[in-house]
């Protein structure tokens, strides 16, 4: 109890609950959002129009790319707190976390599985049974039945080895280790590869070697009381905004440099490259310069309020929920104009939001 307190209360960072909730809510806003957008950045990406709305949606799309890696940190940080509160048992350890994944996993992933019900009955179930169960498990396990459902994958993975590899965030050698071993297999690192005519393996996006170093960078935050992040408040916020605003125009410039040689979205706007690494750094200084205003926005007014306690507590089941409410709005077509965009984004949410109420209502015992 001693060593927590320690970590807590020294922690130059004061990091509290107010610092999770708000960035869960925000985080989780913006990768619906950008999920709601993606027609707009795809069509941009097929006709190359400069100045259109799929361009200004695309620059809002990188503008999300720091949502996924603050959830990863987030869990890194919070669960080294509570492992040297409590210091758990292993078997009291897994039963409370990984039940905690699996239970939204599962009842989800049934959910989904209708919409690939002709797909199972295409596996050998009758000649090759062992194979078809394998492949099934590929699918569940790996691919995901839904696309977001590769975060809930990679959180699983990192609860399941998190007891024996925590101790290792106390080193600093550890997080550079753990960042070099990042950039290695990230974009642009394909690229010099090709000259050598050699190809970078790319792993699937639910692996956990694709975001390790956050979970990492937030376990490594909570030991240490005296963090490097700590010298972040020396920096002033003009100095940060515009090494910020640096780190942003580079991601976007290398996002339309992919889209005009034709990579494809997965490499032009995704988490796999070396600028995302660069652009969440910036963005976590940015926020610890901005906290105290976020703060009173968000807690402080009835808006804020609003948002922190009827928002807040479904904000995970809005993701699991938010692309079965995007399906059936496509089920009548997408309007790719100005307005048909704000109105799939207010249906969207809205619907979402009654779904993940009524799914924490059946759950919440």
Known sequence: MKAAASVQVQFPLHWTEKDNAF?????GSCIIAAHITHPWVYQFSL??????????MAIFDQLTRFTVPVFLFLSGYGLVIQHIRKQPSLREYYSRRLI????????????????????FMSFPWQNAPLLSLGKLSHFLFVTGFDYQYYFMIAIFQFYLIFPFVYRLARQKRMLFLFLFAHLC????????????????????SSTLVCYWFYCFAGMYAAWHAKSHLAKLQNFGLARIAVIWGLSFGLLNLEFFINVFQDRGLYNSD?????SVVLYNFTTFALYLKLRPQ????????????????????????????????????ELSGINLSLLGMFQRAGLVFGLTYLWAWFAHWLLED
Do not use: C
């Open 47 to 56: 006709s190359k129009n400069w100045l259109s709305l799929g361009f200004f």
């Open 185 to 204: 297999l990230l974009s642009p690192v394909d690229f010099y590869l090709a000259f050598l005519w050699k190809h970078l393996y790319v792993f699937p």
């Open 294 to 329: 976020l703060h009173a926005i968000f807690f402080e007014t009835n808006m804020g309020r609003f948002l922190f306690q009827f928002i807040g507590p479904y904000s995970f089941f809005m993701y699991l929920a938010h692309t079965h409410t995007i399906r059936l709005m």
């Open 270 to 274: 995704h988490f796999n490259r070396w």
């Open 23 to 27: 960035l869960r809510v925000f985080a």
């Open 100 to 119: 905690k994944v699996f239970i939204p996993f599962f009842v989800w992933s049934a959910l989904t599985a209708s919409r690939h019900v002709e797909y």
